[in-house]
């Protein structure tokens, strides 16, 4: 891009405009804000960024001699090194004083852009079809012909549902061209796949069948999700669990994007019938619809999506692949939600899954939810009874495809040296924080979704928070006797059997057999 226009514009996504460093700026915690600045600039540029040196924040030459370019010069690059990248290009300028641009680029092949989508929606609504089309491009069947892609268990094959989660990938290149999967189940092709994109797309796939809700809040809750895509067959419209889903992806502050399935099934008449009664709903609680039509649409609300107030409403069919080219285009255009300080802090992943793999050893999986993992990295591991194991990173992988380190939003298992198989549980963490702690008990602020009649002190819910999915108590409301829907109030909530890792700020989910509530940790009682 033009330098000018680039000063103009000033500082976005990847281009950053630093005045003038020098040996200070090499301190360590000053170089540690720089280098984790620098690696989500390089993040947000798919690993490249732009540093104009010389120039202040509103894009004005500082009026720095060649020497002190020269210097800051140095400093980027030793930051640069920290976040495994290097100076590709440094080109030289002067408009009423001097100033350069230097091109970094992140070493190796680990960063791609990423998202992560988890797939809601009433049972039968089309979830798993519409993914096992949408990175293959197969026509469905109407019979279940692409799901299997998803539902690869015998026992979901043989009832048509899917009943545990299942991750499908697909890809982009720089040109947003899909590359597509022959066979969504060969790891190879998935390894294959990720090495050559330059934006990949990690579903995951959620059962709707109601009986299945601890899975399909685990899929949304525990894996950080950037998006979730809430199908609704046009057919059937809206129903109680759209709804329900739907609550759960607000609550929880999750993006959505709303998909109306098996257009093929239904007149152009039914088909806005269910547009309209769905923007109504998305209306009625705070968010704004917007109908996608054409690509232009996409470029207009791509950038706003993520922040969770623009709904994108597509129209799908599997079986005359409609919607998918358009569907296509707005993942490769949505950002990722990942924000700048959650790269730089200590890292952390909720463990989702443990198994042991010949050769490999003990391997956890989960999605990164703060701060950056290498491999050979010692870590901590718990809680086990309370206190964290030292464990080692031995190596990292991410849908078959291994890697030096990872980043937020990577869907990874990491294997771990250090600790027995059968003391990990889903729920736990690993981190490299050496501060980490555990809590039974902690505050928070809830808001009830839905109750039947009251929520009084002794009420025992299941609280999911992120992977975490424990019995709990809630030991006192504050100012109050009892809750009912729509009812917000500040509560203690005490873990039943176990002590886990949780922060003030987290937010969680909590529901007993018909209530549901949605709440935000105050304080955590250590
Ligand atoms: N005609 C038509 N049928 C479809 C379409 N998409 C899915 N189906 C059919 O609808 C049925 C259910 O689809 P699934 O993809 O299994 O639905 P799901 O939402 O994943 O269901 P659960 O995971 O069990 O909640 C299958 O038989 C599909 O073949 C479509 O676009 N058009
Ligand atoms: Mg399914």
Request: charge should be neutral.
């Amino acid at each position: 891009m033009d330098i000018s226009q680039i000063l103009h514009d000033g500082e976005n996504s990847n281009i950053e405009f630093k005045s003038v460093l020098n040996g200070e700026h090499l301190e360590k915690d000053r170089s540690e804000r720089l280098v984790a600045q620098m690696r989500y600039r390089l993040d947000s540029g798919n690993g490249t960024a732009y540093y104009i040196l010389g120039v202040f924040d509103n894009g004005t030459p500082c009026g720095a001699t060649s020497q002190q370019l020269e210097e800051t010069l140095d400093v980027v690059e030793t930051t640069a090194a920290e976040a495994d990248a290097r100076i590709t290009n440094v080109e030289h300028f002067n408009r009423k004083g001097e100033f350069m641009r230097v091109t970094i680029e992140r070493e190796g092949k680990d960063r791609k852009k990423h998202l992560i989508v988890g797939t809601l929606g009433h049972v039968d609504h089309g979830k798993s079809t519409l993914l096992g089309s949408l990175t293959t491009r197969i026509p469905d069947d109407g019979k279940g012909k692409t799901r299997v892609f998803s539902d690869f268990l015998p026992h979901e094959i043989e009832r048509g549902l899917s009943a545990e989660l299942s991750h499908l990938i697909y890809g982009f290149n720089q040109d947003g061209e899909t590359l597509l999967m022959r066979n969504p189940l060969d790891k190879k092709e998935m390894a294959t796949l990720i090495d050559q994109c330059y934006k990949f797309i990690s579903f995951v796939d959620c059962p709707g069948h109601a009986p299945w809700l601890r899975t399909t809040i685990r899929g949304i809750l525990g894996q950080k999700i950037d998006y979730a895509l809430l199908t609704i067959a046009a057919e059937d419209g809206i129903t109680p669990i759209t709804k329900e889903h739907l609550g759960i992806a607000f609550g929880m502050k999750y993006p959505v994007i709303a998909v109306i399935t098996m257009v093929d099934k239904v007149t152009e008449e039914e088909a806005k019938r269910v547009e309209k009664e769905l923007s109504q709903l998305v209306r009625g609680v705070g968010h704004v619809p917007y109908r996608i039509r054409e690509r232009e649409d996409i470029n207009l609300i791509a950038e706003k999506v993520g922040d969770g107030f623009v709904v994108p409403i597509l129209r799908t069919s599997a079986i005359t692949l409609e919607g998918l080219d358009l569907l296509s285009y707005l993942l490769f255009k949505l950002p990722s939600t990942a924000k700048e300080e959650e790269y730089r802090r200590p890292f952390l992943l909720y463990i989702d899954k443990v198994f042991s793999v010949k050769g490999a050893g003990i391997v956890v999986t989960g999605t990164v939810s703060e701060g950056v993992v290498k491999k050979g990295q010692d870590l901590l591991l718990g809680p086990v009874e309370g206190k964290f194991k030292k464990v080692r990173a031995l190596s990292i992988m991410q849908h078959h495809y291994l890697m030096n380190q990872a980043t937020v939003g990577d869907l990874i298992g990491i294997s771990v040296r250090g600790v027995k198989q059968e003391e990990i549980k889903r729920g736990m963490v690993v981190t490299d924080s050496p501060d980490a702690t555990a809590a039974r008990e902690f505050e928070a602020e809830v808001f009830i979704l839905n109750h039947p009649t009251r929520i009084k002190a002794g009420y025992e819910p299941i609280i999911h928070l992120r992977t975490i999915s424990e019995s709990a108590k809630f030991v006192k409301i504050y100012g109050r006797e009892f809750l009912c829907t729509g009812d917000m109030a500040r509560v203690r909530i005490e873990f039943k059997y176990h002590s886990h890792f949780i922060r003030e700020g987290d937010q969680f989910l909590f529901r007993e057999s018909r209530s549901k509530g949605i709440g935000g940790i105050t304080k955590v009682h250590i």
